[in-house]
């Protein structure tokens, strides 16, 4: 939690999750996660507050700062949803026994807390760091990472602000030079060198 958005970023959280985000199981989400972040639509695999403080942990997890979007605005939360039962339904009940853990601790250690979403930050960054080496809090990071950073077409990354976020430029096509052979490519266009 100590950790800048770019440091833990930079620190493999996004690598690792990039190899995810071109696996052939992105495909089975597709347009329905996309159209129920649209929509605002009822959660499918969560109940809604499992819904509330599954979005509570992935804005912890990637926070919305300095006015750019969290892990919530990208639509990650209904990734989420929707992956639970396709590509991530082995990971549904360490996923699901995690989120009403956390209730039940912000519920039992905050007293007036009705759970996890309701607490303020500070809090939720305490709970989270007593999760943070279990099973849960490693499935909730990743389907923060690939909600927030996956191609639009996969329900996250809410009209690519993730990508905005990792500063990635979006062109709908890439033109030569790129890539090793730049330096092979130059050499026959000398025209083109800058």
Not at 182 to 192: F, I, K, L, P
Request: charge should be negative; include cysteine; aromatic fraction near 8%.
């Amino acid at each position: 939690m100590g950790l800048s958005r770019r440091e833990f970023l930079a620190a493999g959280g996004l690598g690792a999750a990039w190899a995810l985000l071109s696996g052939p199981w992105l495909a089975a989400i597709g347009a329905a996660a996309r159209e129920a972040a649209t929509d605002g639509a009822a959660f499918t695999n969560l109940t809604q507050a499992q819904g509330r403080a599954l979005a509570a942990v992935l804005d912890r997890v990637i926070p919305p700062v300095d006015g750019l979007p969290g892990a919530t605005a990208a639509g990650a939360v209904h990734f989420a949803d929707l992956a639970l039962e396709g590509p991530a339904a082995g990971l549904r009940d360490v996923l699901l026994a995690g989120l009403d853990k956390l209730d039940v601790s912000a519920r039992t250690g905050y007293p007036g807390s009705t759970g996890f979403a309701d607490l303020p930050a500070a809090a939720q960054d305490m709970l989270l760091r007593a999760v943070d080496k279990s099973p849960f809090f490693h499935t909730a990071s990743m389907l923060a990472i690939c909600g927030t950073f996956s191609a639009p077409q996969y329900g996250g990354n809410r009209d690519g602000v993730g990508w905005k976020l990792a500063q990635i430029e979006q062109r709908m096509r890439w033109q030569p030079p790129f890539g090793w052979y730049d330096a092979q490519w130059t050499h026959g266009h000398r025209e083109a060198a800058p």
